[in-house]
């Protein structure tokens, strides 16, 4: 176990509505990134959060939002959602959010979403 | 060109044999390797991480980094099936602004059969 949580686990939209992922990240961790991950694909960066602020972000277009809280925290927010947005939502956290040794990714179990 | 590419497979090794997985990058600039084992719907496990040329070793596990080739590996030595799963390369390079993101490859499938 790596001690980072996601819910829910398994998600039901059709298209147009939005949606929450949640991710509580792994104690004395302040770094949170978000990934989807496609059918047969690896893991696609959306972007990943610092201390709460956003500090980078994948080719996903504005609809896909997020928020970190004081506690580290993060939630995932998608907005008027399309069928391709079906898929496997990964949170990680990690130590910081430097390039150094050590700075591992830690992935939590995911969220499925699948939108109708 | 992918950024990290990997062969998709399936890879089929029999119990007790060497697996070798291989993994090759574009970005000249990287400086971290990681290798991550899916199960079937499940998320991705860290197995080894490699920073500098050269060999790792931990337990079955050997990865290998070429910086110059841009070329890492993973072998996997005497095979078990529960070691069937998608195994995948992810590279961390000069980060984006300050985020250090992961680029994964699409995965290599690994089937070790009885």
């Known amino acids: 176990e790596t001690g980072v949580t996601q819910s829910p686990t398994h998600l039901i939209k059709t298209r147009g509505q939005q949606v929450t992922l949640r991710c509580s990240s792994q104690?004395?961790?302040?770094?949170v990134s978000w990934y989807q991950q496609a059918l047969g694909q690896g893991p696609q960066f959306i972007f990943q959060y610092y201390r709460e602020e956003e500090n980078g972000r994948g080719n996903f277009p504005p609809r896909f939002s997020g928020l970190q809280f004081p506690n580290y925290s993060s939630e995932l927010n998608v907005n008027a959602l399309e069928l391709d947005d079906s898929a496997l939502y990964l949170c990680?956290?990690?130590?910081?959010?430097?390039?150094?040794?050590?700075?591992?990714?830690?992935f939590g179990a995911g969220t499925r979403l699948s939108v109708l | 060109q992918k950024e990290v590419e990997q062969n998709s497979g399936p890879l089929s090794v029999p119990e007790g044999a060497i697996a070798s997985l291989n993994c090759t990058y574009s970005d000249r600039g990287s400086q971290s390797f990681f290798w991550y084992r899916q199960y079937s719907g499940k998320s991705p496990e860290l197995i080894m991480s490699i920073y500098s040329n050269g060999d790792k070793e931990d337990g079955r596990f050997t990865a290998q980094l070429n910086k110059a080739s841009q070329y890492v590996s993973l072998l996997i030595r005497d095979s078990q099936p529960s070691d069937s799963a998608t195994y995948l390369c992810?590279?961390?390079?000069?980060?984006?602004?300050?985020?250090?993101?992961?680029?994964f490859g699409t995965g290599t499938r690994l089937q070790v059969t009885l």
């Open positions: 990680a956290s990690s130590p910081g959010q430097g390039i150094g040794i050590g700075n591992i990714q830690y």
């Open positions: 104690s004395g961790h302040n770094t």
């Open positions: 992810a590279v961390r390079g000069i980060n984006t602004g300050t985020a250090s993101k992961l680029t």
